[in-house]
């Protein structure tokens, strides 16, 4: 079973994309803050991450970087509210750049396609 | 008298009183009752012509008269009875026929209060301070023309108004009192002198009919100056057109040209050996006579004032020049202080549109930063709200797909559209936040519309016809936020292509009106093709809701806070016409302007 990390600091969010990709036979864990994302990852290996950028206490991208440079081989997709970052040449790094939306089809195909199920 | 005296003093006292007399400078002269001539001093035989006194010896008043003219033997009589006789400035000439102004005083001649012994008389030659109060007569005459066409002159800066007060003052009766005046001004290359303005009648005819009516109308000069309506009669229009356009090359050897480098006045006569271009000069303005001044200011040349009589032919006296100098040389500076003055007016009104044009540059770009601010706003709201909007409908989606909520499917079908809807709404505003981030700048206008069609071409890809583009030549540079533009330029251009069938076609075009840079987008088709542009022109223009109409409102708001606007302007035989329009940058022409 594909592990997923959801980082987002909102709490409906969170558990939307808990609910929906467990259903889609995920194994979804879940983080708040940056610090949180980072000290999962370190203990447990993932498959994926989904990311958002505008977080509370740290800069999506500053994790972006984090997660690069200690993990490079854990593919994260950026899931932001926001379609400016795109022009953001830090976020060319990410294995994708999805925006929220009430349909998921987007995100769950590109995770779709980076876990290869 | 002496006679008489003799009773009563000693012949030296006598011979004393005598010398006394003659040395006077009064003439004295005694006549008996009959008017014979019996004393004479040496100061009146002088006045009277004769080459001694005793030359008039036993000569009677009516050797006096026949000099002086003053009738004295006929008022004898009256005199010898008790009267006397005053003439005050008595006009005449002497026995050699020069000119002499007399005051001339007779009384009786009696022997202390007893009978009458004949007449006494006094001659006063006032001949040299009578031309002298003449000459200051004239002087004040002079000083009190200038002074009121100074007047005149000081309550108008207008050139035209200044050059007819000045020609006025010249050919007033109660001015210079010249049948005609003419004058001419230096071009601004300073290479001719143009004719300009002149006043006076064409003819004997017109002369007669204008003087009378100004007699009649008794105007003080002053009154003659202040009067506009007058001035426009006394001018002739004929008389202008005689030099209106005139232009005499300074270089040529005319007596205008020699009135200007030698800085005096001219007489010229036709009697004068002339060179040609001179007696052309003077066939052309049909004058045998002619004052010329030239008008000078601080050494700067500007013009000539010339003046003639031809009408009444009464010569030109060198004094008369000699006034029309002084004459040109007061004007000189009014008509200096006027061409001052259009040059201050002139650049003060280039101020006032610079002025202008930065405020309205200052209030664009105050509009263009607030509408970036809002810009701002937007967008943290906006993103505020997909989060939601996300949750809200991820949820009805997993619910929908799980079949968890059977018989509320409907609802939940509901909730996601209206969610999708919202999230539309909120892909506009954010295109239009995003713009805002851009910052200000110059923009060309042409180059702004190509690059909005090429963005338009890329989101229509094989939907439909491209719109055909024709840019105008003309440099369009207008200030604002590019991005924001081009999304508004994008929201017409979309409505307008979108709803279209293949039989319509677009065509934008770009121009400049009214200093403004316009892109119109027209429609062509055949008639079945109307239905639905009037169908497309109801979407951008009419009361319906939808997002459409939301892209609409917000380009609208773009379009006027950069100054703009936008509309249905109605072609006549053709469709109607969508047109936007920006104020065009009036600052500085060197910057560079740029689509963004």
């Known amino acids: 079973m594909k592990k997923l990390l959801v980082v987002d600091d909102e709490d409906h969010i969170r558990k939307l994309y808990t609910d929906v990709f467990t259903r889609e036979g995920y194994r979804v864990e879940t983080a708040a803050t940056g610090d949180e994302a980072l000290e999962k990852a370190a203990s447990t290996h993932f ?37 400016t970052y ?6 060319w790094v990410a294995a994708g750049y999805i925006l929220k939306s009430s349909d998921i089809t987007p995100l769950r195909e590109k995770i779709k396609e980076l876990v290869m199920i | 008298m002496m006679e008489i005296l003799q009773d009563v003093m000693t012949n030296e006292y006598l011979s004393f009183l005598k010398a006394q007399f003659d040395d006077m400078p009064l003439g004295i002269f005694v006549t008996d009752r009959q008017g014979i001539i019996s004393y004479m001093n040496r100061n009146a035989s002088s006045i009277l012509g004769y080459r001694v006194p005793e030359d008039a010896s036993g000569a009677s008043l009516r050797d006096i008269d026949a000099v002086i003219n003053a009738s004295l033997m006929n008022s004898l009589s009256q005199i010898v009875e008790g009267r006397n006789l005053v003439l005050p400035e008595h006009r005449c000439s002497n026995r050699q026929g ?131 309506s007058d001035r426009e009669n006394v001018s002739n229009y004929s008389l202008s057109s005689l030099i209106s356009g005139w232009k005499i090359p300074l270089s040529s050897e005319t007596f205008f040209s020699r009135a200007l480098q030698e800085g005096m006045g001219i007489n010229v006569t036709g009697r ?28 700067k040349k500007l013009g000539i004032i010339a003046a003639d009589n031809q009408i009444t032919g009464k010569r030109i006296s060198s004094s008369d020049v000699k006034l029309l100098q002084t004459f040109a040389n007061h004007t000189a500076v009014a008509i200096e202080r006027s061409r001052l003055y259009d040059n201050l007016v002139e650049h003060a009104a280039e101020l006032e549109l610079i002025n202008r044009q930065l405020a ?87 180059q702004l519309v190509t690059a909005t069609v090429q963005l338009l071409n890329s989101k229509l890809r094989h939907r439909h016809n491209p719109p055909t583009l024709r840019l105008t030549d003309a440099r369009l540079p207008v200030w604002g936020n590019p991005d924001q533009l081009q999304h508004a330029l994008l929201q017409f251009m979309l409505i307008s292509m979108e709803e279209l069938t293949d039989g319509c076609n677009v065509i934008i075009s770009t121009l400049e009106r009214e200093q403004k840079a ?21 979407q951008i223009f009419g009361s319906s809701t939808g997002t459409q109409k939301l892209s609409i409102i917000v380009a609208g708001e773009t379009l006027r806070y950069h100054g703009g606007n936008y509309g249905i302007e109605n072609v006549p035989n053709e469709f109607p016409r969508i047109y936007v329009e920006l104020p065009q940058y009036k600052g500085g022409s060197d910057e560079e302007t740029s689509c963004g």
């Open chain 2, 518 to 538: 316009l892109m119109n987008i027209d429609f062509s088709g055949g008639d079945q093709a109307k239905p639905q542009i009037i169908k497309t022109l109801k």
């Open chain 1, 86 to 91: 795109k022009a953001d040449f830090h976020t």
């Open chain 1, 47 to 83: 498959d994926l991450v989904i990311l958002d950028i505008e977080l509370e206490e740290t800069s999506g991208l500053e994790l972006l970087k984090r997660f690069k440079e200690s993990f490079s081989n854990l593919p994260v997709i950026l899931n932001s509210a926001y379609s």
């Open chain 2, 272 to 299: 004068d050996e002339l060179p040609e271009s001179s007696r052309e000069i003077m066939r052309r303005l049909h004058t045998v006579n002619l004052a010329v001044a030239p008008i000078i200011s601080k050494d």
């Open chain 2, 98 to 228: 020069h000119f002499a102004i007399l005051n001339v005083y007779v009384s009786p001649f009696r022997r202390q209060a007893e009978e009458t012994l004949g007449i006494i008389g006094t001659l006063q030659d006032v001949t040299e301070s009578a031309r002298r109060k003449a000459e200051l007569e004239e002087a004040i005459l002079e000083l009190s023309i200038l002074a009121e066409v100074s007047e005149a002159l000081s309550s108008t800066a207008d050139l035209d108004e200044v050059l007819r007060i000045i020609l006025t003052g010249v050919t007033a009766n109660q001015g210079l009192g010249f049948n005609r005046a003419f004058l001419f001004l230096i071009d601004a290359d300073g290479g001719y002198l143009e004719g300009k303005v002149a006043i006076g009648p064409s003819s004997p005819e017109e002369a007669g009919e204008i003087w009378s009516r100004l007699s009649r109308q008794q105007k003080s000069l002053k009154e003659m100056l202040e009067d506009y």
């Open chain 2, 360 to 446: 309205e540059s200052q209030e664009q770009m105050i509009r263009v930063e607030k509408m970036s601010v809002i810009g701002e706003l937007t967008s943290s709201i906006a993103h505020e709200l997909r989060n939601p909007l996300t949750v809200i409908g991820g949820f009805a989606n997993l619910m929908l797909s799980t079949g968890g909520m059977d018989g509320n499917s409907e609802y939940l079908n509901i909730i996601l559209a209206e969610t999708k809807r919202a999230e539309t709404v909120l892909h506009h505003v954010l295109d239009f936040s995003r713009a805002s981030r851009t910052k200000t700048r110059l923009i060309d206008f042409n």
